[in-house]
């Protein structure tokens, strides 16, 4: 069964920053992309950011863009979200997944919370 393990979440103070790691299990990690999601209390499922398979090519929302990088390590089996000058409006569950034409799979998320 397809495993995707998030960490690093936690309590930081605005203008901080965060390093989510998503470790993925029992695929072919490199044949997926990449990506990460949040859903904030209240508020739908919400795309942060993505990278293509061999990590050429990243795509981000445009409320995090020259914030949040994506990237990838295929020798590890994961995929990173550096966030950096964080805000409150960041707060939410963020969410790994990875995706191609095989599935399409969730890890249970971890939880970033901003404060003032």
């Known amino acids: 069964q397809v495993q995707l393990v998030e960490s690093g979440g936690g309590l930081v103070q605005a203008g901080g920053s965060l390093r989510l790691s998503c470790a993925a299990s029992?695929?072919?990690?490199?044949?997926?992309?990449g990506g990460w999601f949040r859903q904030a209390p209240g508020k739908e499922r919400e795309f942060v950011a993505t990278?293509?398979?061999?990590?050429?090519?990243?795509y981000y929302a445009d409320s995090v863009k020259g914030r949040f990088t994506i990237s990838r390590d295929n020798a590890k089996n994961t995929v990173y979200l550096q966030m950096n000058s964080l805000k409150l409006e960041d707060t939410a569950v963020y969410y790994c997944?990875?995706?191609?034409?095989?599935?399409?799979?969730w890890g249970q998320g971890t939880q970033v919370t901003v404060s003032k």
């Open positions: 997944n990875c995706l191609n034409y095989r599935g399409d799979y």
């Open positions: 029992r695929l072919t990690f490199s044949d997926y992309a």
């Open positions: 990278i293509t398979s061999t990590g050429g090519s990243r």
